[in-house]
């Protein structure tokens, strides 16, 4: 198994939930891991990315300023930390990792190669 995602959960409007990755070692290092969103029926949607080597990320324009991606390098761990939290941003989230283009940043879920099996969120 590659990515772990977890700390999905319930949480009413305007609530925090913070949501983590585990990765297995060669995926995790100085790799571009991205955090996406998938609402029942729609397409996987970018929501955040970290490129591990130095800690850069980026976000998407809806989510800046309330979700944070974060990294822990000692257990192969990144986390998504979401505030503010909206009824329409309840979704099953995604960890992926690209490792072809690893300082892309990208949010462009073709272009990630491994995909975790994800976590739901429900805000009411």
């Known amino acids: 198994v590659q990515l772990v995602e977890s700390g999905g959960g319930s949480v009413q409007a305007g609530g925090s939930l913070k949501l983590s990755c585990v990765a297995s070692?060669?995926?995790?290092?100085?790799?571009?891991l991205g955090w996406f969103c998938q609402l029942p029926g729609k397409e996987r949607e970018g929501v955040a990315a970290?490129?591990?080597?130095?800690?850069?990320?980026h976000y998407d324009a809806s989510v800046k300023g309330r979700f944070f991606v974060t990294q822990d390098d000692a257990i192969s761990t990144i986390y998504l930390r979401m505030n503010d939290l909206k009824p329409e941003e309840t979704a099953m989230y995604y960890c992926?990792?690209?490792?072809?283009?690893?300082?892309?940043?990208?949010?462009?879920?073709?272009?990630?190669?491994?995909w975790g099996q994800g976590t739901q969120v429900t805000v009411s």
């Open positions: 992926a990792a690209d490792t072809h283009y690893p300082c892309s940043l990208t949010l462009v879920g073709g272009l990630y190669n491994y």
């Open positions: 070692q060669n995926i995790y290092s100085r790799n571009g």
């Open positions: 970290i490129y591990t080597g130095n800690g850069a990320d």
